[in-house]
Structure formats: structure tokens, C-alpha cells
């Protein structure tokens, strides 16, 4: 088989296939545009206020709050947060998922301890699917608490009744993959369902409207790495699979971070729990490897941190568990295909 040289997306590098002998070329950052909540508070992208005004009908104002707790092995990022970042996240959490897009902040908390709760919480919680990448808060300038927290939505979610129909359409969806899955009788061939599910309906699209938010593949079927990481953890966690988002960036072949102009090579991908280890999971690359390939290849389902090339944990997904089992790798379920350690990896020019 002759495979041409492919160029997908506006930052690549080039895969020679040792096995097929073949040139292909595949993008490596996947998604520039990931997250904005990794930026400090005070970017031009979040808002910085003195002191709140009086707040709206859509703000919360409760005058004492009590934290749930959540499970620390489904939300990893929960549990990498202080006590009151716990709090701040629980708020936040509750709050978002009532539709509040102001939110009084009752925890006495800084800027730093915010973002570190707002990143866990996005982290953890696919669900959450309306929110647009940047907020805003105000604080005490005498002490720098946080005072209020100010969130926007995308406007397909922008009142109370266009947000619950966005629910239900998403959910819908939500519905019928996972119910599909389960026609599946293993843990393996459930996971690869889901997994090329988001492969064979989504077209990768750095223009993508939303494409931070799983509702860009599950709905829209267009995007970027964090919308296929974000609709497999999703998906992946109503199935019953403990599944986590990781946020990182892609190296080229010196181990630097690809990227230019500013940008950082930022990606994402997936980690999944089976019988008591984890896997790495990246949907875009398996399928961008597909598409230059020909056919179906799982090069980067279920691997190890070593087989995940050129992929790097960054901020708190350092403290994620590392991956280092390989019985569920896809060639030790379901038989031969291309291996990431197959795949010579250099530069684009």
C-alpha cells in the first residue's frame, strides 16, 4: 500500500511507518487552542474586577455553604486541592451544574486557589459542557480574597431554557452510545466502541465552533483534542469506567515542545482504569493515524507513558498515576496493528 504525504492541520511532524515502509505526515500538537484556564487570572481573557457590585438575579448568594465531597479516585484533580480548594470546587461545581453564572465566593480563598479549583473542576467534570474557556472575579483589594466568581456560557446555553434543551439534547446522544456500548460484552470491547465511535464521527477542525467542550463531538462532530478527550472521558464515565482527562503537550523529536508564535504544543488526551491499572487513550491521534493509514490502527489505545511518544504531562497532571500496564493494549485484545514504537517520528519541514 502507497500512502502520499497527508498534512492535516497547521502544526505537524512527519511518521514514517517502518513496517509499511510509507512517509506520513500527522499533525503532533492536535489543538493549540486548548483551555484557557491554565492562564493567570489577571489575562486579558479573565477579567479582574475590584470589590463586586450588586450582584443579579442569576447570582448565588448563599450565606453559608456546606461542601459535598467527591469520590478522589473518579476526580483525581478534587484530589489534588487543598481543603478550601475542595470547598471552592464543590461550590463552583454546584453552582454551575443549577445554571448560576455569578457565583458569591463563601469560601474565603485567593486568585492562585481559584484557578487551581477551577482547573480541577473542569478537569474532572466533561459534563459541564457550556462553559466558554475563560472567567472572571472580583476580590478584596485590601486582603485579595475572592469575592465573586463570574462564568460565561456558550450561547447555545445562554438562558435557563436554551441550556436545559442543551442538556437534553447532549444527554440524548449520551444515551445511545453508552447504550450501544453495553451491547458489548467486555470491558475492552466497550471502551473501543466508545473510542471509535469518536474516531469514525468527528472531524478534526481547529475551527470548530465550542470545540473545547465535549458537546463539539458528541453533538457537533467537529473539533480538536480537547473536545475528543473530554466526549471519550465523558462518555467513558457513564459507561461505569473510571476515566480521567490529561493535559499536556506534544514534543517534537529533541523533546521540546512543538509550537510557535506563542503557542506551547498544548494537547490532551486520556487515562483509563481497568482491573486496577491505567491506560493512556488518545482518540485524535489514533484517528488522524487512521486516516493516513487506510484503515483502522490503534497505535495509542491503551498504552503505556513510554508507548504514548512524544505526548508530556504538564501542571497537575503530573500527579496523575502512571501508566505502565500493557494487557489491555489493543494488539493484546484484539489482535495485530501498527505499534507506536512502529511509527519513526521527525519534524515536518
Not at 515502509?21 to 493567570?40: K, N, Q, R
Not at 489575562?43 to 475590584?50: A, D, G, I, Q
Not at 466526549?231 to 490529561?246: E, I, N, W
Not at 487512521?290 to 504514548?308: H, K
Request: aromatic share 14%.
Amino acid at each position: 500500500m502507497n500512502l502520499k504525504g497527508f498534512l492535516m492541520h497547521r502544526k505537524t511532524a512527519k511518521i514514517i511507518s517502518v513496517i509499511m515502509s510509507v512517509l506520513l505526515v500527522i499533525t503532533m500538537a492536535g489543538c493549540f487552542e486548548d483551555t484557557e484556564y491554565y492562564l493567570e487570572s489577571t489575562s486579558s481573557s479573565r477579567p479582574v474586577l475590584e470589590l463586586p457590585t450588586t450582584t443579579s438575579s442569576t447570582t448565588s448568594t448563599t450565606a453559608s455553604y456546606v461542601a459535598k465531597t467527591f469520590d478522589m479516585n473518579r476526580y483525581p484533580y478534587y484530589a489534588m486541592l487543598s481543603p478550601k480548594e475542595m470547598q471552592v470546587y464543590s461550590l463552583i461545581y454546584e453552582e454551575l451544574t443549577l445554571g448560576n453564572k455569578q457565583i458569591e465566593c463563601v469560601v474565603e480563598i485567593d486568585a492562585d486557589q481559584l484557578t487551581k479549583a477551577v482547573d480541577a473542576v473542569l478537569n474532572d467534570h466533561p459534563e459541564l459542557f457550556w462553559l466558554e474557556n475563560n472567567y472572571g472575579y472580583t476580590y478584596d483589594p485590601f486582603d485579595g480574597s475572592v469575592k465573586e466568581i463570574n462564568f460565561n456560557f456558550f450561547d447555545f446555553a445562554d438562558t435557563p431554557e436554551k441550556l436545559q434543551e442543551a442538556k437534553d439534547k447532549f444527554e440524548s446522544e449520551v444515551e445511545i452510545i453508552v447504550s450501544k456500548a453495553f451491547s458489548y460484552s467486555t470491558l475492552a470491547e466497550r471502551e473501543l466502541y466508545i473510542h471509535d465511535y469518536i474516531c469514525d464521527n468527528t472531524v478534526y477542525d481547529d475551527t470548530a465552533p465550542y470545540n473545547q467542550s465535549a458537546y463539539s463531538v458528541i453533538v457537533l462532530h467537529r473539533s480538536v483534542c480537547a473536545g475528543y478527550s473530554r466526549s471519550f472521558q465523558y462518555l467513558m464515565q457513564k459507561a461505569g469506567y473510571t476515566c480521567y482527562y490529561v493535559t499536556g503537550q506534544t514534543m517534537d523529536i529533541d523533546n521540546r515542545a512543538l509550537g510557535g508564535s506563542g503557542e506551547d504544543g498544548a494537547h490532551s488526551w486520556n487515562m483509563v482504569l481497568l482491573e486496577g491499572e491505567f491506560y493512556n487513550v488518545d482518540c485524535l491521534w489514533d484517528d488522524t493515524a487512521s486516516d493516513v493509514y487506510g484503515s483502522s490502527i490503534y497505535p495509542f489505545f491503551n498504552v503505556t507513558d513510554e508507548a504514548l511518544l512524544h505526548h508530556e504531562r504538564i501542571q497537575m497532571a503530573l500527579n496523575l498515576p502512571v501508566c505502565t500496564a500493557t494487557e489491555y493494549k489493543y494488539s493484546n485484545q484484539f489482535g495485530p496493528t501498527i505499534e507506536s514504537d512502529s511509527i519513526i517520528f521527525t519534524d515536518a519541514a
